[in-house]
């Protein structure tokens, strides 16, 4: 196992809500820093705190040791890798590309072929814990790929994240993150139902909440969402347009593996319904308005 | 408000998996305990310890000022309350009933008006936590009826459980109790597809629980039965039998309500299916055999 050296040169592609914070949390930690993203102007602050602009992801890659994408689907990160100033144009033996995005796990391990034939490494490397753990460098990312690529760039990861685990060979970190998306939707799900049963009967929400959050109803989307239903917040954590990407991501990647999975497709179709309502840019919660029929 | 005595006499019908442990600590902490059940060798252990035989419902409210119900469903209660030799035959003022049985909210109401006719209060009570928390005293307990009532008893539901929420007015409890439930049952699903999409897609069933439990896919469900799935272990926690009664006192007083809880429906088919296979012995999380179609 190569080890890169105790400052590695980094690049960061795709500066939005996630990647902002993540590729800034690099600079802060003293790696050499070259950016690109589609909208020059979100990359202005850590321009400003010393990062080197790049004209492409090419370009990005060329003067890396390793490149973090953070882009949101599939097309974007196949754009970003494959096309005419993608990262593959300037491959090399050594060069490690971690993908953040949360993409189709079928169309990474295409990647990863296409880039190991120039002897690069693709690590699939999605997370969790949206815009508030990208900030506070607290999110969970879930890595596919070589393990020895993965030790490799670990000590980076770790100024991005906390939960950080190597789930096996490419592709594993996008299904582990479909995995998460499963329970994330349907036991958001879960609570919309419980709720709307509760108010439908005129009952006392919070009264509610408290009793049974303790045992064995307790979830993470009930302490966190419910209370954001009651209250009628529908302010993002994470918005519903993201949710439903990844929903779709999840019934093809089942679809592929002969798996039918009906709560999955019922919680699509409930966000579509909320979507279709203008409620996409809104907060997963807000799917209580769809099954409360509010 | 009558303050009952420090030590007021009480009853407890039903000695099952749940109300033996529930009434043994009656006795342990001191209180005057008559007992009645319908398999009288279950009464064994608490006569030896010192509680008293009642040959009926009716003969144990007699000599009670509170009697306890734990029983199953919506017409054992009904053969308690209001049938020939039910508590309503020595039915008084002051006397309490509390239900810890899970069964339906509007029939709780009717039993509350008819034992109201004599002065008695009627107080649904169903708990959470199953029999680990029946035996350590650690259940959740949901009450609905009046306050006062609740106020009088409640010293005595302290040395059966922990979490003890009044909910409101009669059938508050039980609704409450039917919220919880599918939170329980649709959280559980969530966990059931997941790790059904894990394992077709071959990622370590173990290391993917742990990846995503600390975040927002987080739940009781998910920490709790999430192991026993991947280990084939159906030995019960809760019966799915039970589960499936519950979600069946759900669905009615969802329709009742004028609300369509799809992802309960949902779950409730599958329930049913685990049943038709054999499973309704085997606790909830063998839902995963179904699901999975192991």
């Known amino acids: 196992m190569t080890l890169l050296n105790s400052k590695p040169r980094v690049a960061f592609i795709g500066l939005g809500i996630m990647g902002n914070p993540m590729a800034g949390h690099l600079l802060s930690a003293g790696y050499p820093l070259t950016v690109y993203t589609r909208t020059h102007k979100r990359a202005t602050e850590l321009l400003e705190r010393g990062a080197t602009w790049a004209d492409s992801p090419a370009a990005a890659a060329k003067v890396a040791d390793v490149v973090f994408i953070c882009v949101t689907d599939t097309p974007d ?5 494959l096309e005419e100033h993608g990262i593959i144009n300037s491959a090399r033996r050594g060069l490690i590309v971690v993908d953040h995005s949360t993409i189709s796990p079928s169309a990474t391990q295409a990647m990863a072929k296409a ?9 699939d490397a999605p997370v969790s814990g949206g815009d508030v753990g990208a900030k506070n460098a ?22 991005m994240g906390k939960t950080i685990t190597h789930t096996g060979p490419s592709g594993s970190g996008q299904l582990t993150k479909l995995v998460n998306q499963i329970l994330v ?13 509760a108010k439908a009967g005129g009952l006392d929400l919070k ?5 049974v959050a303790g045992g ?8 966190n969402l419910g209370p954001k239903m009651i209250a009628g917040d529908d302010a993002p954590g994470f918005m519903i347009d993201l949710q439903l990407k990844d929903l779709r991501l999840t019934l ?17 179709r409930l966000f579509e319904t909320a ?4 409620l996409g840019k809104a907060g997963t919660q807000a799917l209580f308005h769809v099954v409360s029929q509010d």
Chains 1, 2 share one sequence.
């Open 216 to 223: 064995a109803a307790g979830s993470w989307q009930l302490n």
């Open 115 to 123: 880039l190991a034939e120039k002897g690069t490494h693709l690590l």
């Open 207 to 211: 009264k509610t909440i408290d009793a």
């Open 138 to 159: 607290s999110l969970s990312i879930m890595v596919g790929g070589e393990r020895n690529a993965f030790e490799q760039v670990f000590p980076i990861l770790q100024k």
């Open 275 to 278: 979507k279709d309502r203008g």
């Open 185 to 197: 939707s349907v036991t958001n799900l879960a609570v919309c139902e419980a709720l709307t049963l």
């Open 77 to 81: 990160v196949k754009s970003v890798i």
């Open 252 to 268: 093809e990647a089942a679809e592929k593996a002969g798996v039918n999975l009906q709560a999955a497709g019922l919680v699509t």
